[in-house]
């Protein structure tokens, strides 16, 4: 048997973008969970993937809207992710979104939005993989928002890790 928290640590080794996916729910509220299990997964027909824990609060919402949106998060908005990984919180208090298709709430700021139609829902153990077709999307070319090793990182901070004990060095041989 692997050990979670190993297989876990393991996993973190890949970086992902971070994403907050929206809908609405029954009573037509916005509903919107922080992701980083997105995945492009067609150009013919277009289509990407994501996937939620069974166990998530928001799962009912995904599971009966017809339509969702990704937002891939811009590098300066992690206090968004934040806010939209919390559990029970008022997630979009102070916001301001659009609608967009099939009535999704739309937030701004974002390196690429994908708004989406339900392809399909399968099981994937303790989460549910849900496929959108991509109806619209749009992009801003800001740069994006990634998770690295149980951390928010930056293309720009990972960029720079190999060599900050490089530069060290050099700056203590210097002095």
Known sequence: MTDPRQFRDALGHFATGVTVVTTRDAQHQPVGVTVNSFSSLSLDPPLIL????????????????????????????????????????????????????????????????????MEFRYDGGDHVILVGRVQRFSTQERPPLLFYRGRYATPETEAAQPFAGLLRAMAAAAA
């Open 50 to 117: 994501w996937s939620l824990a069974k166990k998530s609060y928001s799962l009912a919402a995904f599971e009966t809207h017809p339509a969702f949106a990704v937002h891939v998060l811009a590098s300066d908005q992690q206090e968004l992710s934040n806010c939209f990984a919390r559990a029970g919180a008022d997630k979009f208090a102070g916001a301001t979104p659009r609608e967009g298709f099939g009535g999704v709430p739309l937030l701004s700021g974002c390196a690429a939005v994908f708004e989406c139609s």
